[in-house]
Each structure stands twice: as structure tokens, then as C-alpha cells.
């Protein structure tokens, strides 16, 4: 049986029996680590940073899948547990840092292009080094929309956040990024 066929329904009642909690951990892992580490990655940009968050997000998980209410789908859960450990991740990093915002974000850029397991085109390398430049909730609600095709409502469960603020989020991600692009000579 392929790990994606089990339903989440059969992974929580594993995660919430006490003997099989470890075997339901274990799918939960397989059916959602991959999905979790490209929506992770593309906010926060390294491979070395994206484990480390991811392995947060994993712990957290398990720490607190019994207040799972289930008034969500189990992936919109996991999503926004993501979501909010990778701008908990950016903030802290800003925190340790003295450089100034243009030192951090070339820094980023240089790290996205020098990472040996980030393999694109020169296309997507643009569009990453412009998505360095927004603020993360632009950034995060760019990324759940361009790269994960969510819609706004889908969105705004997983954010809490109402659906006439992430459109306004997107828009000006948008002409940003389509500034930065102007600017950079691109398109």
C-alpha cells in the first residue's frame, strides 16, 4: 500500500493510540515530510535552514498532535505549524544579525546560488532572489499561492488571516517582485 493511500483519518487514530503512536508518526513523516520541506524551503531558502526548521516543525508536531481538533484538514494543520516556524526561523535569524537589511538580503541570495541542492533555471533564480526581498507575509503568501496554488480561502485557513488582507499581501508581493525584476533588468 502506497503511504499517500492512507488516509489521515487512520494516521491520527495510530498517532492517538499509545502503542502505535511511533508507526502513525512514521506515516504521518511519509506522506507530508516532502511537501512540508519545499513549502519551508521556499520561505526560508537553504537546505541546511529548511532541516532545521523542518525538524522543529516535526517535533511540534508530534509534541501537540493530540489538541488536533480536526475543524481543519490534517495538511492545512501541518501547514500553518510550517508556515509559522519558518517566520519564527527569519525573524530570529534578523534578530542575530547586525548587518544591514540590503548585507542580509544579498547574503541570501548568494547562499540560494551557491546551494548545491538548489538546481533552477536562471528564471527561478530571479524569482527567488526577488522573493528575498519581501516582507515574510508577502513572501509566505506568495509562495501559498504562486508555488502551491492555494486559494485565497484555503489560505486565510491556514493563516487566519482574512481573505481581502491576503489579496492585498499577494498584490503588492507582486509589484514588488515585478519591480525587483525591472530593476535587475529581467523579463
Same mark, same amino acid.
Given at each position: 500500500m502506497h503511504v499517500n493511500s492512507i488516509s489521515d483519518d487512520t494516521i491520527l487514530t495510530l498517532l492517538q493510540n499509545g502503542t502505535q503512536q511511533e508507526k502513525g508518526?512514521?506515516?504521518?513523516?511519509?506522506? /507530508?515530510?516532502?511537501?512540508?520541506?519545499?513549502? *519551508?524551503?521556499?520561505?526560508?531558502?537553504?537546505?541546511?535552514?529548511?532541516?532545521?526548521?523542518?525538524?522543529?516543525?516535526l517535533v511540534k508536531v508530534f509534541r501537540s498532535i493530540d489538541r488536533f481538533e480536526g475543524k481543519s484538514q490534517l495538511y492545512t494543520?501541518?501547514?500553518? *505549524?510550517?508556515?509559522?516556524?519558518? *517566520?519564527?526561523?527569519?525573524?530570529?535569524?534578523?534578530?542575530?544579525t547586525t548587518s544591514s537589511i540590503d548585507d542580509e538580503e544579498v547574503g541570501l541570495q548568494n547562499r540560494l546560488f551557491a546551494d548545491s541542492?538548489?538546481?533552477?533555471?536562471?528564471?527561478?533564480?530571479?524569482?527567488?532572489?526577488?522573493?528575498?526581498?519581501?516582507?515574510?507575509?508577502q513572501r509566505t503568501v506568495f509562495n501559498m499561492r /504562486?508555488?502551491?496554488?492555494?486559494?485565497?480561502?484555503? *489560505?486565510?485557513?491556514?493563516l487566519e488571516t482574512s481573505v481581502g488582507a491576503l489579496k492585498a499581501s499577494y498584490h503588492h508581493a507582486v509589484k514588488k517582485i515585478e519591480a525587483f525584476f525591472k530593476e535587475q533588468g529581467v523579463g
Open positions: 508518526f512514521r506515516l504521518l513523516m511519509q506522506k /507530508y515530510q516532502e511537501r512540508l520541506y519545499r513549502q *519551508i524551503r521556499r520561505m526560508v531558502g537553504t537546505h541546511e535552514d529548511t532541516n532545521d526548521v523542518l525538524q522543529n516543525v494543520w501541518l501547514y500553518r *505549524i510550517a508556515s509559522n516556524e519558518a *517566520i519564527t526561523h527569519l525573524k530570529k535569524q534578523k534578530r542575530q541542492y538548489f538546481d533552477a533555471n536562471a528564471a527561478q533564480q530571479h524569482l527567488q532572489n526577488a522573493l528575498t526581498t519581501l516582507p515574510d507575509k /504562486y508555488y502551491d496554488e492555494l486559494s485565497y480561502q484555503e *489560505i486565510s485557513d491556514m
